[in-house]
């Protein structure tokens, strides 16, 4: 009989200590007044092409710098019309977004480099900036 009370009280024992020991994730912070940080805007970087297969050519942008945002810039339209009013053809632009200039350096150059060693397409830089 006197182990029933004594695992009884070891059990409300832990209860308690975990209790106010907290955890992360279970609301804690919330209740103890401790707001979660808000998102923070961040610069994007972009790069956008479009391939044109009658002229074997894919157009480039330059890197594009954004003002700091929480949402992803959007370029492929803007770039299309782009396309269409410079060079008169009707590519479909993607565009690539980086969290770094160094990022988006490096993708526009991989991308360059896959057009012209696997597809064998020419390159043309417009330097367009959006």
């Keep these: 009989m006197r182990k029933l009370p004594l695992a009884i009280f070891g059990s409300a024992l ?20 401790i707001a979660p940080a808000p998102p923070v805007a961040k610069a994007h970087y972009s790069v956008c092409w479009g391939q044109w297969p009658r002229t074997s050519t894919a157009y480039f942008s330059a890197v594009i710098t954004s003002a700091p945002s929480l949402k992803n810039p959007s370029f492929e339209a803007a ?3 782009y396309l269409h009013n410079t060079f008169a053809i009707g590519a479909a632009p993607q565009c690539f977004i980086a969290l770094s200039m160094d990022d988006a350096v490096a993708a526009k150059k991989k991308q360059e480099a896959s057009f012209v060693d696997l597809q064998k397409l020419k390159i ?7």
């Design 14 to 33: 832990l209860c308690a200590s975990q209790a106010l020991a907290g955890s992360m994730g279970n609301g804690a912070a919330q209740r103890n007044g």
């Design 79 to 81: 770039f299309r019309s």
């Design 124 to 130: 043309v830089e417009t330097n367009w900036t959006g």
